[in-house]
């Protein structure tokens, strides 16, 4: 027979295994319940959508080029014995740049005057005959053919001196293209030759920027070319200045492609202003009509998803977002155009998209917030 005692020492480990399950099914409902009522909702940066434009920004950068800049070479061949001026140098009309040798032009300008003179006492021999053979036909003591035969003689000499004297210039020219001289002012921007080289005839020795107009030069894609006519105003930004913007205009433009990038050159002119050096790095910012509207977003807004470009919108009802398909027109530099998704009025994740998940639930900021509450 079993005691009440020894039934209660016995019962008591079961009792006890009975109330700690109790307890733990007790904390897991607590736990579900407590899952299953907390709902997460995330903070986000939105942007509102405003009206739509028809106008969108294609940007390039180029150099600031001087509107002519002359390659100079010497008119005549030879090895240069002297280089007048380095990168950087202000010349003016008349400045020398560089000297070749001279010695054998000089040794033609020596063998000119030796064939002049030549040709000289050719002329006064043959002026002479002429006038004898005259007087000798005044008194019927020569012939009209011998005559003639004389004054021909004559012409020809006088012929040859003429040619002798254009050797005679034709080589002194050539002493004086010896030295290569700046046509117009302007600053050297290169030197292609130096002492010792031997140049050929019209080989580039030194650049010359001329002082005047400068302008940028862009090169633009196909695509766009159709959107750069002369005339055209831009803007013109400067990378070592952010303040510095100027009002430029379209002046040339390439009538076909580069052979290797398939791009064509536009120039633009620039407004005189001190502040512009050659050499620069600008921008060009032109508006152009797309012929749909847009409505820019920043680039943080951008999504992908499934493969298709997308943005986040809040429904301002129950601050949930919803995945919008759009179509992207262009990149700029403050963002995103878009053609077609979006309408004035929405708001779209402008941070954090790829927290986003739909029907997320938000909180937007205080100032949002007070806005949607007052509408």
Same mark, same amino acid.
Request: glycine fraction near 8%; hydrophobic fraction near 40%.
């Given at each position: 027979? &079993?005691?009440?005692?020894?039934?209660?020492?016995?019962?008591?480990?079961?009792?006890?295994?009975?109330?700690?399950?109790?307890?733990?099914? !007790?904390?897991?409902?607590?736990?579900?319940?407590?899952?299953?009522? &907390?709902?997460? &909702?995330?903070?986000?940066?939105?942007?509102?959508?405003?009206?739509?434009?028809?106008?969108?920004?294609?940007?390039?950068?180029?150099?600031?080029?001087?509107?002519?800049?002359?390659?100079?070479?010497?008119?005549?061949?030879?090895?240069?014995?002297?280089?007048?001026?380095?990168?950087?140098?202000?010349?003016?009309?008349?400045?020398?740049?560089?000297?070749?040798?001279?010695? %054998?032009?000089?040794?033609?300008?020596?063998?000119?005057?030796?064939?002049?003179?030549?040709?000289?006492?050719?002329?006064?021999?043959? =002026?002479?005959?002429?006038?004898?053979?005259?007087?000798?036909?005044?008194?019927?003591?020569?012939?009209?053919?011998?005559?003639?035969?004389?004054?021909?003689?004559?012409?020809?000499?006088?012929?040859?001196?003429?040619?002798?004297?254009?050797?005679?210039?034709?080589?002194?020219?050539?002493?004086?293209?010896?030295?290569?001289?700046?046509?117009?002012?302007?600053?050297?921007?290169?030197?292609?030759?130096?002492? !010792?080289?031997?140049?050929?005839?019209?080989?580039?020795?030194?650049?010359?920027?001329? %002082?005047? %107009?400068?302008?940028?030069?862009?090169?633009?894609?196909?695509?766009?070319?159709?959107?750069?006519?002369?005339?055209?105003?831009?803007?013109?930004?400067?990378?070592?200045?952010?303040?510095?913007?100027?009002?430029?205009?379209? =002046?040339?433009?390439?009538?076909?492609?580069?052979?290797?990038?398939?791009?064509?050159?536009?120039?633009?002119?620039?407004?005189?202003?001190?502040?512009?050096?050659? !050499?620069?790095?600008?921008?060009?910012?032109?508006?152009?009509?797309?012929?749909?509207?847009?409505?820019?977003?920043?680039?943080?807004?951008?999504?992908?998803?499934?493969?298709?470009?997308?943005?986040?919108?809040?429904?301002?009802?129950? %601050?949930?977002?919803?995945?919008?398909? &759009?179509?992207?027109?262009?990149?700029?530099?403050?963002?995103?155009?878009?053609?077609?998704?979006?309408?004035?009025?929405?708001?779209?994740?402008?941070?954090?998209?790829?927290?986003?998940?739909?029907?997320?639930?938000?909180?937007?900021?205080?100032? =949002?917030?007070?806005?949607?509450?007052?509408?």
């Amino acid at each position: 027979m &079993i005691s009440f005692k020894t039934f209660n020492a016995n019962l008591r480990p079961l009792a006890s295994l009975a109330l700690v399950t109790l307890l733990g099914v !007790g904390l897991s409902a607590c736990s579900e319940a407590k899952t299953e009522t &907390i709902e997460a &909702i995330r903070p986000v940066k939105v942007v509102e959508i405003l009206g739509a434009g028809k106008t969108r920004e294609l940007d390039y950068s180029g150099v600031v080029k001087a509107r002519t800049e002359m390659n100079l070479g010497f008119r005549v061949a030879g090895k240069i014995t002297e280089r007048a001026v380095n990168i950087g140098d202000k010349v003016k009309p008349g400045d020398l740049l560089a000297r070749i040798d001279a010695t %054998d032009y000089q040794l033609g300008v020596s063998t000119a005057e030796a064939n002049l003179q030549a040709a000289e006492k050719q002329v006064e021999t043959a =002026r002479l005959s002429d006038e004898r053979a005259a007087q000798l036909y005044d008194k019927k003591f020569a012939s009209q053919a011998q005559r003639e035969q004389a004054a021909l003689v004559y012409k020809q000499a006088s012929s040859q001196r003429d040619a002798a004297l254009s050797s005679l210039r034709q080589a002194r020219n050539q002493v004086g293209y010896a030295e290569l001289r700046a046509d117009q002012s302007g600053i050297v921007t290169s030197v292609s030759a130096d002492t !010792g080289q031997v140049v050929g005839a019209g080989t580039p020795v030194v650049a010359v920027a001329v %002082d005047g %107009d400068k302008e940028v030069q862009i090169a633009v894609p196909e695509l766009e070319i159709a959107q750069f006519q002369q005339g055209k105003p831009v803007k013109v930004s400067f990378w070592s200045d952010a303040k510095l913007v100027l009002d430029g205009k379209v =002046r040339e433009v390439a009538g076909s492609a580069d052979p290797q990038s398939r791009t064509f050159s536009v120039r633009v002119s620039l407004p005189d202003d001190a502040r512009v050096l050659l !050499g620069m790095t600008a921008g060009i910012q032109a508006s152009v009509d797309s012929g749909e509207k847009l409505v820019s977003i920043p680039l943080s807004a951008l999504a992908k998803q499934q493969g298709k470009q997308i943005v986040w919108v809040v429904e301002q009802g129950d %601050d949930t977002v919803h995945a919008r398909d &759009i179509k992207v027109a262009d990149f700029v530099d403050d963002g995103v155009q878009v053609t077609e998704g979006l309408r004035p009025g929405d708001l779209v994740v402008a941070a954090g998209t790829q927290f986003m998940t739909e029907n997320l639930k938000v909180r937007l900021p205080e100032q =949002r917030a007070a806005a949607n509450a007052a509408n």
